[in-house]
């Protein structure tokens, strides 16, 4: 399978089914850089990713805080850059010492700091569709590292699926 993979998700809770799909197939290092405006649905697929690490607590976005971590099968750091006004920030963050170590780390509004990921990444972009709930979620793994989550993905959702 090549990668762009597109799926189409028509409500909240497939959006979060195929955040579970994800993070079913994850594993320690993965980085999951997750793009689309407001509404978008970042949060939903999140909210799935944790489910599929196996994570109990209720996952919410942390932009007041920016970073939160969950504990499940391997820990989720799940990193909101909503409130990041200059991409230099990332920095000051520290990032770079959590993302591709230990852990799955999810990145919302990822591309606010387009450019300073130093960590080999799943790039998932979502967009609203037609309706108030259809959305649009486009994997892209330049390396290849992430093709056995894209199969699995691929797998769960086939009448969904195009490449």
Same mark, same amino acid.
Not at 48 to 56: E, H, K, R, S, Y
Not at 72 to 85: A, M, N, P, S
Not at 107 to 132: F, H, I, K, N
């Given at each position: ?19 579970? @799909?994800? !993070? *079913? ?17 970042? $949060? @939903? ?6 489910? !599929? ?5 209720? $996952?919410?976005?942390? *932009? ?9 099968? @391997? ?49 998932? $972009? ?7 709930? *259809? ?7 330049? *390396? !290849? ?19």
């Amino acid at each position: 399978m090549d990668s762009p993979l597109k799926i189409v998700t028509h409500s909240p809770e497939e959006t979060r089914d195929l955040g579970a @799909c994800l !993070g *079913s197939a994850a594993s320690e290092g993965d980085v999951f850089l997750l793009n689309g405006q407001l509404g978008a649905g970042k $949060t @939903c697929l999140t909210q799935g990713i944790a489910t !599929g690490l196996g994570v109990q607590a209720y $996952t919410r976005s942390p *932009s007041f805080v920016i970073a939160t971590r969950y504990q499940g099968r @391997c820990t989720l750091h799940h990193i909101d850059l909503y409130r990041l006004e200059d991409p230099m920030e990332i920095w000051d963050l520290a990032l770079d010492e959590v993302l591709g170590r230990d852990g799955v780390g999810v990145v919302e509004w990822a591309e606010r700091a387009q450019g300073m990921y130093q960590v080999d990444a799943l790039v998932v $972009t979502l967009g609203q569709l037609d309706g108030p709930s *259809s959305r649009l979620v486009e994997f892209e793994d330049a *390396s !290849g590292r992430y093709r056995p989550h894209l199969e699995a993905i691929h797998g769960q959702f086939p009448t969904h699926a195009k490449s």
